[in-house]
């Protein structure tokens, strides 16, 4: 039998920008984090550079050091914000093996975090159209459906998972339908897609839970 390694007990990040170890990134740091804020807020047609430089503390045109434009910023401010829901939602949940019952854990989780991120949460609620399909194509997401499948793997070893599905597979599709949620959530309200979670996890279940005696 191939060995799977079990998830990890110590959490993986995938934050996409380096800690800041000089002058240089932090000031780029600054400037991400205050574009992640105002964008999030204000949306990228009323929001400029100019804004985003002065909520940072540095000079109007000193952003363009670090981003070419304003179209650049944008994007690697959504590429961080949403690292950062995956970071704290889908992978300390993913990577925690005591946590039996993860499918479930990881909607409420994500929820919870998505409040804590602005920018990710107007992509959701479907307010940057030009941009919303790109989350489906963040690098962080495919580090989080092969997380998934590992997870999925280990837990085939361990009798919890059905020893039939691909992982991969099922990987990609429970990612695909947790982002749902997510949107679903933001622009339904929480209620309302609470009434249908029962039915949502049951769906997952009959997915991947081993067939009962």
Not at 121 to 146: F, Q, W
Not at 195 to 205: D, H, K, N, Q, S
């Amino acid at each position: 039998m191939t060995d799977v390694a079990r998830p990890s007990a110590t959490p993986r990040t995938l934050r996409r920008e380096p800690v800041p170890d000089g002058k240089g990134a932090q000031t780029r740091r600054s400037i991400l984090t205050a574009a992640i804020e105002r964008f999030g807020r204000d949306g990228y047609r009323s929001t400029s550079v100019a804004d985003i430089a002065r909520d940072a503390g540095v000079g109007g045109t000193v952003a363009y050091s670090y981003f070419p434009n304003k179209e650049a910023l944008f994007l690697a401010a959504v590429d961080e914000d949403a690292a950062g829901v995956i970071d704290e939602g889908f992978l300390r949940v993913l990577d925690d093996p005591a946590i039996e019952d993860w499918q479930s854990r990881l909607i409420v989780t994500l929820v919870e975090t998505v409040d804590r991120h602005p920018l990710a949460r107007r992509l959701l609620a479907g307010l940057e159209p030009e941009v919303t399909v790109r989350v489906l194509d963040i690098p962080a997401l495919a580090e989080v459906r092969k997380v998934c499948a590992e997870r999925l793997r280990a837990d085939q070893l361990t009798g919890n998972v059905r020893a039939d599905i691909d992982p991969d597979r099922i990987a990609d599709g429970l990612v695909s339908i947790v982002l749902s949620i997510l949107m679903s959530v933001v622009q339904l309200g929480p209620t309302i897609t609470a009434e249908r979670a029962p039915e949502v996890l049951a769906v997952i279940a009959a997915a991947i839970d081993p067939p009962r005696a």
